[in-house]
């Protein structure tokens, strides 16, 4: 049984699931695994909530892991390391970091064990000369998103990209980008979900209502303000529009759009569980991914496109790349431009038959986690033996 080291870029309690959380429960199926929670790429600001955020992880470092809200569960034979790390990766912390994190990771680089790193940030401080298999999984165009340093993750990636044999890419933006930084072989595996959670939680038509649901951090730097305040508008009198997720959980603010949501109708139902999340959107009609068309977002490969498949809704998104391309092939996924976006979404509301419903659900079945987690599960036993 190997030791695998994932190197996150989120808490491990952090509100939303996100791959790297699911990639952390299926290999701890086969192997011990050590979840290492995010370095801190975005570099805070003194702003309250980043303020929070360092002290939390502050005591989570000193052994307190109780301040958190998600709590989400360990898998079986895994563990959560906090590394209290300076969250700039440049010269002159470089050294104090590198030595911080060898000590978190102490156990790990002693294991008599195979040792394999799975990294999900490029900045790894050189652990992947320790380990017997390397493997780089790509979510993200990370040197693009705002407040991250852009100059670490393009170090970190040239540097991967002569010691990784291979490289996971969750969408074809993210591939052609891989390619370029130099990743000798490249697997292309677009983001699924937790489907089973929500189709147990889907309901028939009876008990559907014209609600639109977008579940998922709510920040401008990845929403379009104005199409989403469109079709909060648009809903008035016809239906509700529904948010679930964080505020700004990347850094920055969502307190004064939100309330303008708000004013137009919004209801803003907090942090749910993915049960609850999936108990919400088992009622509604249409699953939002409103997103603003930029740099970062290109490379984004939303897996709530198969959360709201699941539930049994339709999926009304903007033109992200890897959406476009899904709904090519699922005639249940639309894409739509501002200007017609809201009219787009009206036609969606309406009731559905069984059937739809059911088509939705069975269109979203092979992008599961049971099915992903066995591809990456012989992908890690590949690359140790290809390591021997």
């Known amino acids: 049984m190997p030791d695998v080291l994932v190197l996150g870029t989120a808490e491990w309690d952090s509100p939303i699931a996100t791959n790297q959380h699911y990639v952390t429960r299926e290999l701890a199926r086969t192997a011990n695994v050590t979840f290492v929670e995010s370095l801190g790429l975005r570099r805070p600001k003194l702003r309250r909530d980043d303020v929070l955020r360092m002290a939390a992880r502050a005591r989570r470092a000193f052994g ?45 680089l002693a294991s008599p ?31 693009t998103f705002p407040g991250v340093d852009g100059v670490a993750v393009g170090r970190g990636e040239r540097s991967l990209a002569s010691r990784t044999a291979v ?35 889907s309901r028939p038509p009876s008990q559907r209502r ?6 998922g951090n709510l920040t401008v730097h990845k929403l379009d303000l104005r199409l989403l305040e469109s079709v909060a508008a648009a809903l008035r009198g016809r239906g509700e529009l529904l948010l679930a997720g964080p505020l700004a959980a990347g850094g920055g603010s969502f307190d004064t759009q939100l309330r303008r949501l708000e004013e137009l109708g919004a209801r803003h139902l907090g942090v749910l569980t993915p049960a609850q999340l999936a108990e919400v959107a088992g009622t509604c009609a249409v699953g939002l991914i409103p997103y603003a068309i930029n740099d970062y977002t290109r490379g984004v490969s939303p897996l709530k496109c198969f959360e709201y498949l699941s539930s049994g809704l339709a999926v009304l998104s903007t033109g992200l790349p890897a959406v476009v391309e899904l709904a090519r092939a699922n005639p249940h996924v639309t894409v739509a431009g501002v200007d017609d976006f809201a009219a787009r979404l009206l036609e969606l509301i309406v009731p559905v038959t069984d059937t739809v419903l059911t088509d939705r659900m069975t269109s979203a079945a092979e992008h599961g986690w049971q099915g992903r987690g066995a591809v990456l599960r012989t992908l890690l036993e590949s690359e140790l033996a290809r390591g021997r």
């Open 64 to 108: 307190d892991r109780h301040e958190n809200s998600a709590h989400r569960p360990r898998p079986a034979g895994s563990r959560i390391v906090s590394p209290l790390v300076l969250p700039v990766h440049r010269a002159p912390t470089r050294p104090i970091n590198r030595a911080l994190l060898r000590r978190a990771t102490s156990d790990w």
């Open 113 to 143: 064990r195979p040792r394999v790193l799975w990294t999900f940030t490029p900045v790894t401080y050189g652990l992947e000369d320790s380990a017997d298999a390397v493997i780089y999984h790509c979510v993200d165009l990370l040197a």
């Open 167 to 201: 490289a996971i890419a969750t969408s074809k933006a993210v591939q052609e980008h891989l390619a370029a930084a130099g990743f000798p072989r490249i697997e292309l595996l677009p983001n699924v979900a937790d489907v089973s959670v929500f189709t147990a939680a």
């Open 210 to 215: 014209p609600a639109v649901l977008f579940s």
